[in-house]
């Protein structure tokens, strides 16, 4: 069991935050005015899936703990959810597409039910 500091989770999301919109707007420079929803709201993704629920946590006493499984699998669905959007962005952009960026998009969301249904277990 693993009791999470909630704040520095918090800064790291922001930076991953920061560092989405960075890219997206260093591709948008040479993607001759081709923009895609995916590419530009990906930000988004690491803002409300990391950044606010830390930050709701950081108000809590008792945090809870959590089994390493849970932090892994909810940290890694929403990494994965970030870079199927990004490639999804990058898809539509050059005018082609992937089935295995819809696998990667499911499996992401198998891992953040998971890591939530997981740590709903350890209470």
């Not at 790291?12 to 709201?41: A, E, P």
């Not at 932090?71 to 898809?91: C, D, P």
């Amino acid at each position: 069991m693993y009791t999470l500091n909630h704040k520095k989770i918090a800064l790291r999301y922001m930076g991953i935050t920061i560092f989405c919109g960075i890219f997206t707007m260093i591709y948008y420079q040479f993607s001759h005015n081709v923009y895609s929803v995916y590419l530009t709201y990906l930000f988004a993704i690491p803002l409300v899936l990391g950044v606010l629920p830390s930050v709701l946590l950081l108000g809590e006493k008792e945090t809870g703990k959590w089994g390493i499984v849970a932090i892994n699998a909810y940290h890694s669905g929403v990494a994965t959810l970030a870079v199927s959007s990004m490639l999804r962005g990058i898809f539509e952009i050059a005018g082609t597409g992937s089935p295995w960026q819809e696998y990667l998009f499911y499996a992401a969301i198998v891992m953040l039910v998971m890591g939530v249904i997981l740590k709903g277990l350890k209470r």
